[in-house]
């Protein structure tokens, strides 16, 4: 069964500093990987995923993921951090397969602080 | 604009009661899912929809019944049997159920014990 691991709980950054938010994951064969973010009382919103090709993803609001297939890990990135980037982030995986459903497995989230 | 609407934004539930929670859709996506939000716990899968007037329980269906009966709307009753129904509640749609593409989420229903 495929998992996620978010081993922060929380991340401070001050503004203007780069930011990393770690995920590592569990699947047999390969992943479709992404990365959603949540401001209080609101849903999900899509930032980026990958899917094959290139391990650099861009997405959206200046994010990015760099996904390493041999450490399993699709880490989410960003060169200078904002204040309105603070919400929670969360990873998941679900195995590329043609047949039958395949749940979306959410990590446990990682919250973003960004101090001014 | 196209989106997921959920209502209502906040619900009670008193003691022995069924509780509707409404989710409509206009991106005319084929599947459709519930998840329930707990703090500390990720998010929860609890029914799926793949097409009209089909659904399987996903892995915390106790407690919970849905139906599909029209391609935009996907209800989600949260019965007497949930005993512990406090939770965010989330209802995503996708276009298709095996498609890489992202699952779009409404902005949520928050139930709580009166």
């Known amino acids: 069964a495929q998992s996620v691991a978010q081993p922060e709980d929380q991340v401070n950054v001050a503004e203007g500093n780069p930011l990393t938010v770690k995920c590592t994951y569990s699947?047999?064969?390969?992943?479709?990987l992404f990365w959603y973010v949540q401001y209080p009382n609101r849903g999900l919103q899509f930032l980026l995923k990958y899917i094959t090709g290139d391990n650099l993803v861009k997405g959206s609001y200046g994010f990015e993921a760099e996904f390493n297939k041999s450490q399993t890990s699709f880490h989410l990135k960003k060169p200078s951090a904002l204040v309105s980037d603070s919400a929670l982030y969360f990873c998941?995986?679900?195995?590329?397969?043609?047949?039958?459903?395949?749940?979306?497995?959410f990590g446990t989230g990682t919250r973003l602080l960004v101090s001014p | 604009d196209g989106g997921i609407t959920q209502s209502p934004k906040y619900l009670f539930r008193k003691e022995g009661q069924n509780v509707t929670l409404s989710c409509e859709q206009n991106?005319?996506?084929?599947?459709m899912y519930w998840y329930r939000q707990d703090p500390g716990q990720g998010l929860r899968l609890i029914y799926y929809?793949?097409?009209?007037?089909?659904?399987q329980k996903g892995d915390i269906a106790e407690g919970y019944s849905v139906s599909r009966e029209k391609k935009e709307s996907f209800p989600l009753t949260v019965t007497s049997a949930q005993k512990n129904p406090t939770a965010f509640y989330l209802c995503a749609s996708s276009i298709r159920r095996d498609s890489n593409q992202p699952q779009h989420f409404g902005d949520g229903t928050r139930l709580s014990i009166l």
């Open positions: 998941a995986v679900r195995p590329l397969r043609n047949t039958g459903f395949q749940k979306l497995v």
């Open positions: 929809s793949q097409i009209v007037n089909d659904f």
């Open positions: 991106l005319n996506h084929d599947a």
């Open positions: 699947v047999s064969g390969n992943p479709y």
